[in-house]
């Protein structure tokens, strides 16, 4: 089992000798820049060599010509506490993930906690408990941002202005608990809202046996924030009706890997042909009864990609820079003043590509090389992914 990351601080990093630079940035996804410098987890500087100080630094990494990008963030996740889920009964999951490329993860919900409570005052409590517990203990590195209360029938506007005071952030997937019908959801998510608490909404089937359906006039009606996996979780609604939901909602369409994969190309093809690329953001969905898995995001970009004909580096932005600018996060885009988290990558050895974005088109996934938080190196070539051609060295 991962333990806690140190907090000690980077100091200075110089990242030299980038082939590829993938920004995160939906409106300029590759820049024209081989270098990075960090100060204490924070981007200084991105440009060219020739034009950025090296001076003085504490750990410089050679990354040979091959690819770097922000760390992956998976918008929908269901943590419990620790790096254990009793879904599947694993242990060490979320440092798995890291492993795939994954930085931060965003909490669907803590829905799998045995005993969970749904009375309204043991709900709060779960989610403060939980926003606190992952604040303070972060398997290896990863931000898992959890504390996401599934609301419940009888919750009034002083529960939400509570759970805004304690420190929670995000609601649970609206729908997971007794409140199923749009004008309830609607009138609890604007009383979020109000407090700053972003709200998700499970749309589609129910995922498990306890669950329900959530279609697409109660999502329109609910208007959460993000349109929880919109392919399903695992059962979606017609394409129609999810193509309606990216044409009628000006909220986030979120695609996940435990979804319908159909409907996923679908819905990113559509949010593409409605000018709104900035609204999509991916997830996995896990842990989920599909089980725990640490390519997830990494398998959806290469689905995206390769079946849906999406330019990688686009699918690489719905997976970065999209879900922080959505979920207001500091990381997920390569700029000064952003924190620095990133993933290295190459073609997998004896991949059919000819490089790395070209490889993801033909339907595979990248080797990782190395995966770094807040300036901190956490893995070097990566246990999970097919190897790397090349990696990057510590100098
Ligand atoms: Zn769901």
């Not at 100080?53 to 990008?69: R, S, W, Y």
């Not at 000006?250 to 690329?277: D, M, T």
């Not at 700029?335 to 974005?357: C, K, N, S, Y």
Request: hydrophobic share 40%.
């Amino acid at each position: 089992m991962a333990d806690a990351v140190s907090t000690g601080k980077s100091g200075k990093v110089v990242i030299k000798n980038i082939g590829l630079l993938l920004s995160g940035d939906i409106d300029r996804p590759i820049l024209d820049a081989n270098t990075i410098v960090v100060h204490d987890g924070i981007i200084t500087a991105v440009g060219l060599e020739k034009d950025c100080d090296l001076e003085g630094a504490k750990t410089t990494i050679d990354v040979h010509q091959t690819c770097v990008a922000p760390g992956l963030i998976d918008s929908h996740v269901h943590p419990v506490f620790g790096d254990w889920t009793p879904r599947q009964n694993q242990i060490g999951w979320i440092d798995s993930t890291m492993n795939g490329g994954v930085t931060t993860m965003v909490s669907a919900g803590e829905v799998h906690l045995p005993g969970r409570p749904k009375d309204i005052v043991g709900l709060k409590a779960l989610a403060i408990t939980a926003q606190r517990s992952f604040d303070n203990f972060r398997p290896g590195g990863v931000k898992v941002i959890a504390g996401a209360p599934v609301i419940e029938k009888g919750m009034v506007e002083q529960d939400f202005k509570d759970l805004a005071e304690a420190g929670v952030t995000l609601l649970g997937e609206v729908g997971l608990g007794s409140v199923k019908a749009g004008y309830e959801a609607k009138e609890m998510v604007a009383w979020a809202r109000k407090y700053r608490i972003q709200s998700t909404i499970h749309t589609g089937g129910p995922s498990i046996p306890g669950s329900g359906l959530i279609d697409k006039d109660v999502v329109l009606e609910a208007d959460a924030d993000v349109i929880g996996h919109i392919n399903g979780g695992h059962t979606s609604l017609s394409e129609a009706h999810v193509c309606e939901l990216c044409e009628k909602s000006s909220r986030a369409i979120e695609i996940v890997h435990n979804g319908n994969e159909r409907v996923a190309i679908a819905a990113a093809q559509a949010a593409l042909q409605l000018k709104c690329p900035h609204r999509v953001i991916l997830g996995t969905d896990g842990p989920a009864g599909s089980g725990v898995q640490p390519l997830g995001m990494l398998r959806l970009i290469a689905l995206l990609s390769s079946l849906g004909n999406i330019a990688p580096e686009l699918v690489f932005c719905f997976a970065t820079g999209n879900t922080a600018k959505i979920r207001k996060l500091n990381c997920g885009l390569i700029e000064v003043g952003r924190a620095a988290d990133f993933v290295f990558m190459d073609r997998a050895q004896h991949t059919a590509g000819r490089d790395l974005l070209e490889s993801v088109r033909l339907g595979d996934i990248p080797g990782i090389g190395m995966v770094m938080i807040d300036g901190i190196v956490r893995s070097e070539r990566s246990r999970n992914t097919p190897p790397a051609t090349t990696v990057p060295t510590v100098a």
